[in-house]
C-alpha cells in the first residue's frame, strides 16, 4: 500500500482519528489494535478494520510514538532563514493518500512572510488540493497551519484555499513525478 511499513500497534489511549478519504473524524478506543502503514512529516496512516485512518502528530503519543517538535531555529535568523525553514516544515506535510509532500505535489501556490508590529512572523500561504472535492482538503490546511504556528517567532498563521488555477500534475516537482510513476 504505502511501502514497506505495516507494523502493528495497540491504541495506548481514545484517539480523535480521520477517515481517509473522506475526511469525516471519529474516535478510535484505546486497546484496540490498528496497523501503521505509513508514516511521515509526523502524521500517520493506520488500518484498521478494514478502513485507513489518519493520525496527526499531535496525538502520536496514542500510537506509542514522540508528537512533532517544533523546529530549531536561531533568535537572530534572517527572514531567507525563516522562509527556507518555513518552507521545510510544509514539506513536511503529506497527502494521506499520495505519500508525496505538498510541496512537491505543487499544492503551494505562494507562501508570504511578514513580521507584525511585535517583532514575530505572520505567514499567508494559498495552497490548493489535488481536486476540489477531497474530503482531505481542511485536514491538510490543518496540518500546514500547525506546521507553520510550532516555528517560533510565529504569531499568525492563515492558510487560503485556492483553486485558481486548478492543480494539475505539471504542478509536481520533478522528484515527485519520479516517485509518483508519471516520468
Not at 478519504?21 to 511521515?40: A, D
Amino acid at each position: 500500500m504505502f511501502g514497506n511499513e505495516n507494523e502493528p500497534v495497540t491504541l495506548k489511549r481514545d484517539v480523535e482519528v480521520i477517515i481517509v478519504p473522506v475526511g469525516v473524524q471519529v474516535t478510535l478506543n484505546k486497546g484496540e489494535l490498528v496497523h501503521i502503514i505509513q508514516s511521515m512529516g509526523g502524521s500517520f496512516t493506520i488500518y484498521f478494520e478494514g478502513n485507513l485512518f489518519r493520525v496527526g502528530g499531535r496525538d502520536a503519543d496514542a500510537l506509542g510514538k514522540d508528537p512533532i517538535k517544533p523546529p530549531k531555529m536561531d533568535p537572530d535568523s534572517t527572514d531567507e532563514e525563516f522562509e527556507a525553514l518555513a518552507w521545510s516544515q510544509m514539506r513536511t506535510v503529506f497527502d494521506p493518500e499520495i505519500p508525496i509532500n505538498v510541496v512537491d505535489l505543487g499544492l503551494i501556490y505562494d507562501c508570504h512572510i511578514s513580521k507584525s508590529a511585535d517583532g514575530n512572523r505572520e505567514v499567508n500561504v494559498k495552497m490548493t488540493l489535488t481536486a476540489p472535492g477531497c474530503g482531505m482538503g481542511e485536514v491538510l490546511l490543518e496540518d500546514v497551519r500547525e506546521r507553520l504556528e510550532i516555528i517560533p517567532t510565529v504569531s499568525k498563521v492563515e492558510v487560503e484555499l485556492i483553486f485558481d488555477p486548478p492543480w494539475n500534475q505539471g504542478m509536481m516537482s520533478e522528484s515527485a513525478q519520479l516517485e509518483a510513476g508519471l516520468l
